[in-house]
């Protein structure tokens, strides 16, 4: 079967990464306006630093769920074509195992230069005068989709969507689009949708079919149910 998931902050919540929205989410207590778009980056980089380099230390010492684990067996079973799109930028779906993850939104583990474009492996702790190892100058970003920047592999995820045969979003809050509007897309192409979260979603409505529980338990019954 092709079989198309998208995944959000909640499936790495059980391993105790912190979500966006939920009571203790990271916008309760940051600014998106402060950390994650490119004039925060401009007003104050040392700020936005900080908050991605909590964000990477975080990350690297958490452990992949069953959840993740589920999915890189589902991603290995070659009864199955699955494309891996995930709105996190943590790595903890490629620590499980997963042999291709789509990141629409970036990762923590990478750096950008915002001069000359050169990507490269981030170390723990970054700051925005650390030199570009291409072009020298001091402008290294994480590298992050912010909002109000093109999120990365739209045409690759559309395209995985209009042919799948199921699409499955698991733990995110269908709040900000693209990503949000994937479920309404299968829907359009007559492809089942299933939703696989903690409460109600915004877009709850766009899935035909919706289990409510924690990751770590609906989704490898999910997969296994699968075959
Ligand atoms: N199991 C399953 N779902 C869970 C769990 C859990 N243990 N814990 C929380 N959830 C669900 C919540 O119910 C909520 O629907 O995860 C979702 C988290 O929502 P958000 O915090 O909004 O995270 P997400 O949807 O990934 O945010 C999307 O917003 O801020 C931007 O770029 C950021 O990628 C992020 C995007």
């Known amino acids: 079967m092709k079989i198309v998931v998208l995944t959000g902050a909640g499936i790495?919540?059980?391993?105790?990464?912190?979500?966006?929205?939920?009571?203790?989410?990271l916008w309760e207590s940051h600014r998106v306006e402060d950390v994650a778009t490119p004039g925060a980056f401009r007003r104050d980089p040392a700020l936005v630093h900080r908050f991605y380099n909590m964000r990477r230390a975080?990350?690297?010492?958490?452990?992949?769920?069953a959840a993740h684990l589920a999915l890189a067996?589902?991603?290995?079973?070659?009864?199955?074509?699955?494309?891996?799109?995930?709105?996190?930028?943590?790595?903890?779906?490629?620590r499980a195992?997963?042999?291709?993850?789509?990141?629409?939104h970036g990762a923590l583990d990478g750096a950008l230069c915002a001069a000359c474009g050169h990507r490269w492996p981030a170390p723990l702790r970054m700051q925005a005068t650390d030199?570009?190892?291409?072009c020298n100058r001091p402008a290294t970003r994480p590298d992050i989709?912010?909002?109000?920047?093109?999120?990365?592999?739209?045409?690759?995820?559309?395209?995985?969507?209009?042919?799948?045969?199921?699409f499955c979003a698991i733990g995110?809050?269908?709040q900000v689009y693209p990503a949000a509007g994937f479920a309404a897309c299968a829907r359009d192409h007559d492809v089942p949708t299933l939703?696989?979260?903690?409460?109600?979603?915004?877009?709850?409505p766009d899935f035909s079919r919706r289990l409510t529980g924690p990751a770590t338990r609906l989704v490898p019954d999910w997969v296994a149910s699968l075959g």
């Not at 790495?12 to 989410?25: K, M, V, W």
């Not at 975080?58 to 769920?65: E, F, L, S, V």
């Not at 067996?73 to 490629?94: K, M, S």
């Open 12 to 25: 790495s919540a059980e391993s105790g990464l912190r979500t966006f929205r939920d009571g203790d989410g």
């Open 131 to 134: 030199p570009c190892p291409a």
């Open 145 to 166: 989709v912010w909002f109000g920047e093109m999120p990365h592999h739209l045409d690759r995820i559309i395209a995985a969507i209009a042919a799948a045969d199921l």
């Open 97 to 104: 195992g997963s042999p291709k993850v789509l990141h629409m």
């Open 73 to 94: 067996d589902l991603g290995r079973n070659p009864a199955h074509d699955l494309t891996l799109v995930t709105q996190n930028v943590d790595d903890l779906h490629e």
């Open 172 to 174: 995110t809050s269908g």
């Open 195 to 204: 939703e696989l979260n903690l409460t109600d979603s915004a877009n709850a």
């Open 58 to 65: 975080d990350a690297r010492a958490a452990r992949p769920n």
